[in-house]
Protein backbone atom coordinates (compact mmCIF):
# COMPACT_ATOMS: atom_id res chain seq x y z
CA UNK A 1 0.00 0.00 0.00
CA UNK A 2 2.76 2.79 0.72
CA UNK A 3 4.65 2.12 -2.77
CA UNK A 4 1.00 2.15 -4.45
CA UNK A 5 0.85 5.81 -2.58
CA UNK A 6 4.31 7.16 -3.56
CA UNK A 7 3.86 5.85 -6.84
CA UNK A 8 0.51 7.79 -6.65
CA UNK A 9 2.27 10.99 -5.86
CA UNK A 10 5.12 10.94 -8.00
CA UNK A 11 2.40 10.67 -10.69
CA UNK A 12 0.65 13.12 -9.99
CA UNK A 13 2.47 16.25 -8.36
CA UNK A 14 0.90 18.40 -6.03
CA UNK A 15 2.08 21.42 -7.90
CA UNK A 16 0.34 20.20 -11.23
CA UNK A 17 -2.90 19.07 -8.67
CA UNK A 18 -3.04 22.26 -7.19
CA UNK A 19 -3.00 24.31 -11.17
CA UNK A 20 -5.27 21.46 -12.40
CA UNK A 21 -7.80 22.99 -9.24
CA UNK A 22 -6.79 26.78 -11.13
CA UNK A 23 -4.67 27.67 -8.06
CA UNK A 24 -2.68 30.44 -9.07
CA UNK A 25 1.01 30.93 -7.00
CA UNK A 26 4.41 32.47 -7.81
CA UNK A 27 7.93 31.89 -6.95
CA UNK A 28 8.93 32.68 -3.08
CA UNK A 29 12.32 33.26 -3.61
CA UNK A 30 13.99 29.25 -3.88
CA UNK A 31 13.48 27.93 -7.20
CA UNK A 32 11.26 25.35 -6.04
CA UNK A 33 9.07 27.07 -3.90
CA UNK A 34 5.53 28.96 -4.54
CA UNK A 35 3.28 31.01 -2.44
CA UNK A 36 -0.49 32.01 -3.05
CA UNK A 37 -4.02 32.70 -1.39
CA UNK A 38 -4.67 29.35 0.90
CA UNK A 39 -7.37 27.18 -0.86
CA UNK A 40 -8.54 25.83 2.52
CA UNK A 41 -10.04 28.94 3.92
CA UNK A 42 -10.67 32.79 3.19
CA UNK A 43 -7.55 35.59 2.92
CA UNK A 44 -6.33 38.19 1.00
CA UNK A 45 -2.51 38.07 1.55
CA UNK A 46 -0.79 34.95 0.11
CA UNK A 47 0.37 32.20 2.96
CA UNK A 48 0.21 29.35 1.34
CA UNK A 49 3.39 27.59 0.13
CA UNK A 50 4.04 24.52 -1.81
CA UNK A 51 7.90 23.27 -2.09
CA UNK A 52 7.21 21.45 -5.35
CA UNK A 53 11.14 20.05 -4.62
CA UNK A 54 9.47 17.75 -1.75
CA UNK A 55 5.74 17.60 -2.81
CA UNK A 56 4.32 19.30 0.49
CA UNK A 57 2.37 22.32 1.22
CA UNK A 58 2.28 24.44 3.87
CA UNK A 59 -0.61 28.18 5.09
CA UNK A 60 0.98 30.26 7.33
CA UNK A 61 -2.67 31.14 7.72
CA UNK A 62 -4.64 28.20 8.99
CA UNK A 63 -1.78 25.87 9.68
CA UNK A 64 -2.71 23.03 7.89
CA UNK A 65 0.81 21.19 5.87
CA UNK A 66 1.12 18.13 4.42
CA UNK A 67 1.66 16.38 0.90
CA UNK A 68 -0.95 15.96 -1.88
CA UNK A 69 -3.12 13.07 0.84
CA UNK A 70 -3.53 15.83 3.22
CA UNK A 71 -4.53 18.53 0.98
CA UNK A 72 -7.38 16.46 -0.70
CA UNK A 73 -8.67 15.00 2.47
CA UNK A 74 -8.64 18.55 3.69
CA UNK A 75 -9.81 20.27 0.49
CA UNK A 76 -12.50 17.70 -0.53
CA UNK A 77 -13.53 16.37 3.22
CA UNK A 78 -12.62 12.96 2.68
CA UNK A 79 -11.40 10.21 4.77
CA UNK A 80 -7.81 8.56 3.65
CA UNK A 81 -8.77 5.63 2.06
CA UNK A 82 -11.39 8.03 0.16
CA UNK A 83 -8.72 10.38 -0.62
CA UNK A 84 -6.48 7.49 -2.04
CA UNK A 85 -9.61 6.37 -4.57
CA UNK A 86 -10.24 9.45 -5.73
CA UNK A 87 -6.16 10.39 -6.65
CA UNK A 88 -6.42 6.89 -8.32
CA UNK A 89 -9.23 8.15 -10.56
CA UNK A 90 -7.71 11.28 -11.20
CA UNK A 91 -4.63 10.04 -11.86
CA UNK A 92 -5.75 7.32 -14.33
CA UNK A 93 -4.52 7.25 -17.76
CA UNK A 94 -7.80 7.71 -20.66
CA UNK A 95 -9.73 4.55 -21.00
CA UNK A 96 -8.99 3.48 -24.18
CA UNK A 97 -9.15 0.55 -24.87
CA UNK A 98 -7.25 0.13 -27.60
CA UNK A 99 -4.33 2.17 -26.19
CA UNK A 100 -4.63 -0.33 -23.20
CA UNK A 101 -4.47 -2.93 -25.20
CA UNK A 102 -1.61 -1.55 -27.63
CA UNK A 103 0.75 -1.32 -24.59
CA UNK A 104 0.02 -4.72 -23.42
CA UNK A 105 0.35 -6.52 -26.97
CA UNK A 106 3.91 -4.72 -26.78
CA UNK A 107 4.76 -5.72 -23.21
CA UNK A 108 3.95 -9.52 -24.58
CA UNK A 109 6.53 -8.85 -27.50
CA UNK A 110 9.10 -7.87 -25.00
CA UNK A 111 8.49 -10.60 -22.97
CA UNK A 112 8.82 -13.56 -25.66
CA UNK A 113 12.86 -13.72 -25.81
CA UNK A 114 13.09 -13.58 -22.26
CA UNK A 115 11.35 -17.24 -22.06
CA UNK A 116 13.18 -20.11 -23.97
CA UNK A 117 9.87 -22.29 -23.07
CA UNK A 118 7.84 -20.01 -25.29
CA UNK A 119 10.40 -19.82 -28.16
CA UNK A 120 10.43 -23.36 -28.08
CA UNK A 121 6.46 -24.04 -28.12
CA UNK A 122 6.63 -21.35 -31.67
CA UNK A 123 9.13 -24.15 -33.15
CA UNK A 124 7.31 -27.03 -32.32
CA UNK A 125 4.43 -25.25 -34.09
CA UNK A 126 6.41 -24.74 -37.16
CA UNK A 127 7.42 -20.99 -36.59
CA UNK A 128 11.09 -20.48 -36.64
CA UNK A 129 11.51 -17.34 -38.57
CA UNK A 130 12.28 -14.33 -36.40
CA UNK A 131 11.45 -11.77 -38.89
CA UNK A 132 7.50 -13.36 -39.34
CA UNK A 133 7.45 -13.65 -35.67
CA UNK A 134 7.96 -9.98 -35.14
CA UNK A 135 5.64 -8.78 -38.39
CA UNK A 136 3.06 -10.69 -36.83
CA UNK A 137 3.69 -8.77 -33.09
CA UNK A 138 3.74 -12.58 -31.53
CA UNK A 139 4.28 -12.16 -27.61
CA UNK A 140 4.16 -14.12 -24.72
CA UNK A 141 2.62 -13.86 -21.68
CA UNK A 142 4.14 -15.46 -18.36
CA UNK A 143 1.70 -14.43 -16.32
CA UNK A 144 2.20 -11.78 -12.77
CA UNK A 145 3.74 -9.06 -14.28
CA UNK A 146 1.27 -7.53 -16.70
CA UNK A 147 -0.73 -5.43 -14.15
CA UNK A 148 2.45 -4.40 -12.77
CA UNK A 149 3.84 -3.07 -16.41
CA UNK A 150 0.31 -1.31 -16.72
CA UNK A 151 -0.73 0.32 -13.41
CA UNK A 152 2.73 1.82 -13.70
CA UNK A 153 1.93 3.62 -16.56
CA UNK A 154 -1.51 4.70 -14.71
CA UNK A 155 -4.06 2.88 -15.75
CA UNK A 156 -6.66 1.41 -12.93
CA UNK A 157 -7.24 -1.94 -12.08
CA UNK A 158 -11.11 -1.48 -12.68
CA UNK A 159 -10.48 -0.38 -16.37
CA UNK A 160 -7.68 -3.78 -16.64
CA UNK A 161 -10.48 -5.59 -15.27
CA UNK A 162 -13.15 -4.59 -17.63
CA UNK A 163 -10.93 -5.52 -20.33
CA UNK A 164 -10.06 -8.99 -19.11
CA UNK A 165 -6.27 -8.41 -18.69
CA UNK A 166 -6.44 -9.08 -15.01
CA UNK A 167 -9.32 -11.80 -13.59
CA UNK A 168 -11.34 -11.02 -10.44
CA UNK A 169 -8.77 -11.48 -8.41
CA UNK A 170 -6.64 -9.39 -9.80
CA UNK A 171 -4.06 -11.76 -11.52
CA UNK A 172 -2.70 -11.52 -14.92
CA UNK A 173 -5.61 -13.54 -17.02
CA UNK A 174 -2.93 -14.75 -19.23
CA UNK A 175 -0.41 -17.16 -18.09
CA UNK A 176 2.19 -19.12 -19.69
CA UNK A 177 0.35 -18.20 -23.31
CA UNK A 178 1.57 -16.92 -26.67
CA UNK A 179 -0.14 -13.99 -27.57
CA UNK A 180 -0.99 -12.25 -31.11
CA UNK A 181 -2.90 -8.94 -30.95
CA UNK A 182 -6.12 -8.78 -33.37
CA UNK A 183 -6.03 -5.55 -35.05
CA UNK A 184 -8.31 -3.20 -37.04
CA UNK A 185 -8.11 -0.37 -38.60
CA UNK A 186 -4.68 -0.12 -37.12
CA UNK A 187 -5.65 -0.63 -33.18
CA UNK A 188 -5.56 -3.26 -31.29
CA UNK A 189 -9.10 -4.59 -30.48
CA UNK A 190 -8.37 -8.05 -29.02
CA UNK A 191 -5.83 -10.30 -27.70
CA UNK A 192 -5.70 -14.06 -28.56
CA UNK A 193 -3.99 -16.23 -25.96
CA UNK A 194 -2.52 -20.24 -27.23
CA UNK A 195 -1.57 -21.71 -24.08
CA UNK A 196 1.87 -23.60 -24.56
CA UNK A 197 0.69 -26.37 -21.95
CA UNK A 198 -2.66 -28.79 -21.48
CA UNK A 199 -3.38 -26.96 -18.63
CA UNK A 200 -5.10 -23.59 -19.77
CA UNK A 201 -7.35 -23.19 -22.25
CA UNK A 202 -7.10 -21.37 -26.01
CA UNK A 203 -8.79 -17.73 -25.41
CA UNK A 204 -9.44 -14.25 -26.47
CA UNK A 205 -9.96 -10.96 -24.36
CA UNK A 206 -13.75 -9.79 -23.54
CA UNK A 207 -15.21 -8.45 -26.58
CA UNK A 208 -15.37 -8.58 -30.31
CA UNK A 209 -12.90 -10.27 -31.98
CA UNK A 210 -13.34 -7.88 -34.76
CA UNK A 211 -13.08 -8.76 -38.27
CA UNK A 212 -11.04 -11.17 -40.86
CA UNK A 213 -7.23 -11.38 -39.75
CA UNK A 214 -4.97 -8.85 -40.99
CA UNK A 215 -7.95 -8.19 -43.53
CA UNK A 216 -6.18 -4.33 -44.74
CA UNK A 217 -3.23 -6.45 -45.65
CA UNK A 218 -5.46 -8.97 -48.27
CA UNK A 219 -8.18 -6.72 -49.26
CA UNK A 220 -6.94 -5.72 -52.49
CA UNK A 221 -6.45 -9.33 -52.66
CA UNK A 222 -8.43 -11.09 -55.91
CA UNK A 223 -7.41 -14.09 -54.63
CA UNK A 224 -7.34 -15.19 -50.74
CA UNK A 225 -6.29 -17.67 -48.56
CA UNK A 226 -8.95 -18.63 -45.90
CA UNK A 227 -7.78 -20.72 -42.92
CA UNK A 228 -9.36 -21.18 -39.14
CA UNK A 229 -6.75 -20.62 -36.78
CA UNK A 230 -3.55 -17.87 -36.08
CA UNK A 231 -1.15 -20.90 -36.47
CA UNK A 232 -2.30 -21.63 -39.61
CA UNK A 233 -2.47 -18.13 -40.96
CA UNK A 234 1.49 -17.79 -39.28
CA UNK A 235 3.04 -20.57 -41.11
CA UNK A 236 1.13 -19.49 -44.61
CA UNK A 237 2.82 -16.19 -43.91
CA UNK A 238 6.19 -17.46 -43.38
CA UNK A 239 6.02 -19.41 -46.05
CA UNK A 240 5.56 -16.35 -48.65
CA UNK A 241 1.74 -17.24 -48.93
CA UNK A 242 0.75 -13.16 -48.29
CA UNK A 243 -2.73 -13.14 -49.53
CA UNK A 244 -4.04 -15.35 -46.62
CA UNK A 245 -6.15 -14.20 -43.77
CA UNK A 246 -7.89 -16.23 -40.56
CA UNK A 247 -11.40 -16.60 -39.57
CA UNK A 248 -10.51 -17.28 -35.88
CA UNK A 249 -13.03 -20.22 -36.32
CA UNK A 250 -14.97 -21.79 -39.11
CA UNK A 251 -18.05 -19.99 -38.16
CA UNK A 252 -17.55 -16.59 -39.66
CA UNK A 253 -19.16 -12.92 -38.28
CA UNK A 254 -21.03 -10.61 -40.27
CA UNK A 255 -18.08 -8.56 -40.41
CA UNK A 256 -16.37 -11.12 -41.91
CA UNK A 257 -18.43 -12.41 -44.38
CA UNK A 258 -19.05 -8.46 -45.62
CA UNK A 259 -15.53 -8.43 -45.81
CA UNK A 260 -14.79 -11.69 -48.02
CA UNK A 261 -17.97 -10.04 -50.48
CA UNK A 262 -16.64 -6.82 -50.87
CA UNK A 263 -15.61 -7.29 -54.33
CA UNK A 264 -15.52 -10.10 -56.45
CA UNK A 265 -12.60 -12.84 -55.75
CA UNK A 266 -11.91 -16.08 -55.48
CA UNK A 267 -11.98 -17.72 -52.03
CA UNK A 268 -9.31 -20.64 -51.32
CA UNK A 269 -11.20 -22.40 -48.17
CA UNK A 270 -8.43 -24.24 -46.40
CA UNK A 271 -10.49 -25.70 -42.95
CA UNK A 272 -8.89 -28.24 -40.76
CA UNK A 273 -9.12 -31.97 -42.20
CA UNK A 274 -10.41 -33.14 -38.92
CA UNK A 275 -11.38 -36.81 -38.32
CA UNK A 276 -14.84 -35.75 -37.59
CA UNK A 277 -15.30 -33.73 -40.85
CA UNK A 278 -16.53 -30.86 -38.82
CA UNK A 279 -13.76 -28.50 -40.73
CA UNK A 280 -14.77 -29.70 -44.50
CA UNK A 281 -18.43 -29.25 -43.75
CA UNK A 282 -17.89 -25.84 -42.48
CA UNK A 283 -16.25 -25.46 -46.11
CA UNK A 284 -18.58 -26.59 -47.83
CA UNK A 285 -21.46 -24.57 -46.21
CA UNK A 286 -19.20 -21.32 -46.27
CA UNK A 287 -19.05 -22.23 -49.84
CA UNK A 288 -22.74 -22.08 -50.27
CA UNK A 289 -23.33 -18.46 -48.72
CA UNK A 290 -20.23 -17.16 -51.04
CA UNK A 291 -21.23 -18.46 -54.16
CA UNK A 292 -25.04 -17.25 -53.53
CA UNK A 293 -22.92 -13.53 -53.04
CA UNK A 294 -21.48 -13.96 -56.74
CA UNK A 295 -17.89 -15.21 -55.61
CA UNK A 296 -15.84 -17.70 -56.42
CA UNK A 297 -14.67 -20.42 -54.10
CA UNK A 298 -12.30 -23.28 -53.86
CA UNK A 299 -11.95 -26.35 -51.68
CA UNK A 300 -8.51 -27.10 -50.72
CA UNK A 301 -8.11 -30.59 -49.33
CA UNK A 302 -5.70 -31.06 -47.20
CA UNK A 303 -4.32 -34.65 -46.29
CA UNK A 304 -6.61 -36.39 -43.62
CA UNK A 305 -6.26 -35.39 -40.00
CA UNK A 306 -4.14 -31.98 -41.06
CA UNK A 307 -4.56 -27.97 -41.04
CA UNK A 308 -2.29 -26.01 -42.55
CA UNK A 309 -0.10 -25.53 -39.34
CA UNK A 310 0.36 -29.35 -39.06
CA UNK A 311 0.89 -29.45 -42.72
CA UNK A 312 4.00 -27.93 -42.45
CA UNK A 313 4.80 -28.92 -38.99
CA UNK A 314 5.17 -32.25 -40.84
CA UNK A 315 7.55 -31.65 -43.09
CA UNK A 316 4.99 -29.78 -45.63
CA UNK A 317 6.85 -26.88 -47.91
CA UNK A 318 5.61 -24.04 -50.26
CA UNK A 319 5.89 -26.02 -53.39
CA UNK A 320 3.58 -28.89 -51.83
CA UNK A 321 1.35 -26.33 -50.46
CA UNK A 322 0.69 -24.18 -53.69
CA UNK A 323 0.13 -27.65 -55.35
CA UNK A 324 -3.05 -28.59 -53.02
CA UNK A 325 -4.10 -24.91 -54.04
CA UNK A 326 -3.73 -25.84 -57.83
CA UNK A 327 -5.69 -29.49 -56.98
CA UNK A 328 -8.31 -27.35 -55.02
CA UNK A 329 -12.42 -28.22 -55.76
CA UNK A 330 -14.68 -26.21 -57.02
Known amino acids: MGEDIEKL ?11 QQNWTGRPSGHSSEFVGLCPLHTE ?19 GQGGDLLRFVQLSRHLSFPQSVAYLQQQSAAPADPAAV ?15 PEALHYLKQRGLHDPATIQELRIGYAPGGSLRRYLTA ?23 RRVVFPCCQGGRVINLYGRSIT ?6 FLHGSKGGLYAWEQVQQCPE ?24 LGTHLNTCQ ?35 AQGLSTRRVLLPDGHDPNSFFVQGGDRGQFQSLLEDALP
Request: aromatic share 16%; hydrophobic share 40%; with cysteine.
Open 44 to 62: TRPSFYVNAHKNLFYCHGC
Open 101 to 115: LEQAATFYQQQLDRY
Open 153 to 175: QGYSFDLLWRLGLLNSQGRDAFY
Open 224 to 247: IILVEGLFDYAVLWQAGFRHATCS
Open 9 to 19: KQHLPLLDYLR
Open 198 to 203: AAFAHR
Open 257 to 291: FQQLCDRPRTVYLTFDADANGSGQQASQQLALRLR
